[in-house]
Nanobody
Framework: QVQLVESGGGMVEAGGSLRLSCAASTRTFGSYTMGWFRQAAGTEREAVAEITGSGGVIAYTDSVKGRFTISRDNAKNTVYLQMNSLKPEDTGVYFC????????????WGQGTQVTVSS
């Protein structure tokens, strides 16, 4: 079982930046692919970014490319999402998730952190 705790959400004006963090409680953090997801009110959850255990493969959804950066520090069991040039449409609850390299589905989820971008 992996517990994930997100932090760093908040309110920001359009064009601003936020850095989300997700701390994981596992001794084998480096074996997990980590992802960030978001869900706006009344919409389905969508994938935002993903990073493999070694940090060697990174993927982003098109709407955040060039603005968001996912990274991880395996020594600190933490994954980050740096969000720059934020837009009102980035508003939502942001979740981090973990899946083992053996699984194609995310198995563990955090409780989420709210990000609100005002225009």
């Amino acid at each position: 079982q992996v517990q994930l705790v997100e932090s760093g959400g908040g309110m920001v004006e359009a064009g601003g930046s936020l850095r989300l963090s997700c701390a994981a409680s596992t001794r084998t953090f480096g074996s997990y692919t980590m992802g960030w997801f978001r869900q706006a009110a009344g919409t389905e959850r969508e994938a935002v970014a993903e990073i493999t255990g070694s940090g060697g493969v990174i993927a982003y959804t098109d709407s955040v490319k060039g603005r968001f950066t996912i990274s991880r520090d395996n020594a600190k069991n933490t994954v980050y999402l740096q969000m720059n040039s934020l837009k009102p449409e980035d508003t939502g609850v942001y979740f981090c998730a973990a899946r083992s390299f053996l699984s194609s589905k995310y198995q563990f989820w955090g409780q989420g952190t709210q990000v609100t971008v005002s225009s």
